[in-house]
DNA sequence: ACCCGTTGTTGCAGATAGCGAAACGACCGT
DNA sequence: ACGGTCGTTTCGCTATCTGCAACAACGGGT
């Protein structure tokens, strides 16, 4: 097949050929490619959208690294196959607003108006943490900024750590290789065994937390979101400017955010 | 500015500059423009985007038009803005399904299972019905196709009734003019103050229905979803040929969709 | 009603920017 | 080590995009 299914220029209410203005070639094309990959159910490499598309393979490669560029596309762990960016997400959020906005949003308001701190849906995208909504308070000085549509790295986030809450050695292994994890800050977990000690502690506390381990300043705790099945598919928590977390006290916001995981996890159930 | 933040060429994690292929001028510039009408809260005027992007009208308009015959964007009725497109939204529902699927797809999933029938998720997007998710029932021979990503008409579907369920005359004048409602079929509602009668008796039933109105061959059943403030955010129902739906009588879907309806409300208030 | 400014749409010709072919290089399996 | 596959880069040609400018469709003011 040629590059997709192109809706023949019909104006569906009427029937009659739109008027014709010829489109921008590579524009269609890099258009075709996002379709491509959105359609895909798993990392489309270049030579699958090659002939999917029946292009040139450079030419392929440019407007893919044009979407890339963009973050529409990203490669998942430095791999060279392809998979949705966090752009293509962004798109969504006036929709998914909408949707996950209305049905879950009120959520984080809770738990950021109970402790005073901004709030984050998250779920786990490849081998990274992706933050799918936040609420941050009002009348706050000093707050955490929002982080919705952003990557973090999965062994030193408060949500990385309750996504892999489940993950044993081996699991981990394979998702994050033998290599030495990446360290960010002094406090971070350098080796996969630690951090399967940790995961360990999560599956007992019910919660995970970052005492700075990423980014200087900046503390967080998450608890996972488990489905009707008990698979983790999400996490929730809150992020608070270290010293914040260490003063109040990080058990009350545990308590919390651990309540709020909960409530959602058994509204799943129903 | 120019035309957007494109992400200065950096590897996250090293912070080294990724290798340097130059973008696809045009499709760079395509992309610029979806994110803007993303970004954008109302629908964007051509002019808008032409002096955020700071290139010529005529070029803006042909990209545009790109996005728009691919339907990443399309005209709310008929009008020169632009808002984003059912494939926009496909897109996000990659992500989507993480999320949204995880969390709400197995209402439509029992919902098929128990009447053995097309179910749908949607919302209001403007003065059209939008359907945000669908499961299709497995060895049904004939079934209705899932819409998911599509729009459709809100006075004579039964999705857009339910939505609309609240409305006054008052309100739905408002929303789709004074203007005689366009017709699809014999059956098809043609005057507002008929509608608003319909919308009442829809509030009294908890369901709406529609019997061949839109399409001639296709009945549907359809329950607003409500949020903790008790407004209407989304609807449920289950799509099905007309003749089925006769002789198996509605009243047993009205019932399942009904309680669905009222499950999801439950979970959204817990 | 007329006009004028603004905004959307189409034609055109020139030049740029995108294209394919081909060379290069990285990687894998044998 | 070798051959094959797939990703990346270079290069020169020309198809394709672009900007200009004319045209058309509004809409608001007088």
């Known amino acids: 097949m040629r590059y997709a299914h192109r809706t023949a220029q019909l104006d569906k209410t009427s029937g009659k050929p739109s008027h014709d203005t010829p489109a921008i070639q590579s524009l269609d094309r890099g258009l075709a490619i996002l ?4 359609a895909a159910s798993a990392p489309v490499p270049l030579k699958q959208l090659t002939d999917l598309i029946g292009i040139d393979r450079s030419s392929v490669f440019r407007l893919a690294n044009t979407l890339r560029q963009r973050r529409f596309l990203v490669n998942p762990k430095g791999s060279k196959d392809y998979i949705l960016g966090p752009t293509a997400w962004r798109l969504s959020r006036r929709y998914g607003r909408h949707v996950l906005g209305t049905f879950f949003h009120h959520y984080l308001q809770e738990l950021t108006a109970t402790l005073g701190e901004t709030s984050h849906f998250a779920v786990r995208e490849g081998v990274e943490v992706f933050f799918i909504d936040h609420h941050i308070p009002a009348g706050q000085v000093v707050s955490v900024a929002g982080q919705t549509g952003e990557f973090a790295p999965l062994h030193c986030t408060a949500h990385g750590k309750a996504l892999l809450a489940d993950c044993d050695l081996r699991a981990l292994r394979g998702l994050v290789g033998r290599a030495p994890l990446q360290v960010y800050t002094r406090r971070t977990v350098k080796s996969v065994t630690r951090l399967a ?5 999560v599956r007992v506390d019910g919660f995970a937390f970052d005492d700075g381990e990423y980014i200087e300043e900046v503390g967080c705790v998450a608890a996972p979101i488990r489905d009707v099945q008990g698979e983790i598919v999400a996490s929730v928590g809150i992020s608070s400017p270290v010293t914040r977390l260490h003063t109040r006290g990080m058990a009350r916001a545990a308590a ?10 058994a509204s799943l159930a129903s």
Chains 1, 2 share one sequence.
């Open 35 to 38: 379709e491509a990959v959105a």
């Open 197 to 201: 000690r940790v995961c360990a502690q």
């Open 256 to 265: 919390e955010v651990k309540r709020t995981a909960r409530a959602i996890t």
